[in-house]
């Protein structure tokens, strides 16, 4: 059986430490999420301000994992509940001096998760204990955040996204709702890019004109 496999990757794309579950979780779960912006600007007749996408939410993995020292499991060889809990740590928790910060780790199981993310808690739940007090189980909440390096970070980031300012030059077979659309993702917003303008005319703009396009906010 394919089991749940914990890495800690350094900076260099190496593996630092590795963790095998011995018992699988029983689900996991893995959240995505969308911010939106208020634009602050409505129109006469609206219902309500317009919002505008702002970006994607950090993604988020959260399983649970069942930590047994009493070699129900088969396995002759079983390490004790503190052993595999310190294993664990050491992937996902311990601190590294180099990078001044934990390793970041990446989780697989068979192919429905490949998660490159970030340890953000861990909450332990002793269920068992021998006759001196020691753990003989331990169910283990894991959650974590989606990591990214700074190259993917300013790959991913857009600059025409509609939370920057932005100048641009007007151009012969331009119009002001086709900008907008083109910066906003929304052609309606020309009247608010006009009034910032301080234009008489929208329909009426001079190729070669400096338009001022403010970010939603």
Not at 40 to 69: N, V, W
Not at 70 to 88: P, S
Not at 127 to 132: C, E, G, H, R, V
Not at 173 to 196: F, H, Q, W
Request: aromatic share 10%.
């Amino acid at each position: 059986m394919e089991r749940i496999i914990i890495k800690s990757i350094t900076s260099k794309g190496s593996v630092a430490q590795t963790f095998s579950a011995t018992l699988n979780p029983n689900s996991v779960k893995h959240v995505y999420g969308i911010s939106y912006t208020n634009t602050g600007l409505q129109q006469q007749g609206d219902i309500s301000p317009k919002t505008a996408f702002k970006g994607y939410q950090s993604e988020k993995l959260d399983f649970q994992l069942l930590l047994d020292g009493t070699g129900v499991t088969g396995k002759t060889t079983t390490a004790t509940v503190q052993k595999q809990l310190a294993t664990l740590k050491k992937v996902i928790y311990a601190y590294n001096g180099e990078q001044h910060e934990p390793y970041p780790v990446v989780i697989t199981w068979g192919s429905s998760v490949n998660f490159r993310g970030r340890l953000t808690s861990i909450n332990v739940d002793y269920s068992l204990f021998d006759s001196s007090g020691n753990p003989l189980r331990a169910t283990v909440a894991l959650s974590f955040t989606k990591f990214l390096t700074q190259k993917e970070k300013q790959a991913l980031k857009k600059q025409s996204s509609p939370d920057l300012t932005h100048i641009i030059e007007f151009k012969a077979g331009d119009t002001l709702p086709m900008l907008c659309y083109k910066i906003y993702n929304d052609s309606s917003y020309y009247l608010e890019v006009a009034r910032a303008n301080h234009l008489i005319s929208s329909r009426q703009i001079e190729p070669g004109t400096k338009l001022y396009f403010p970010p939603l906010v």
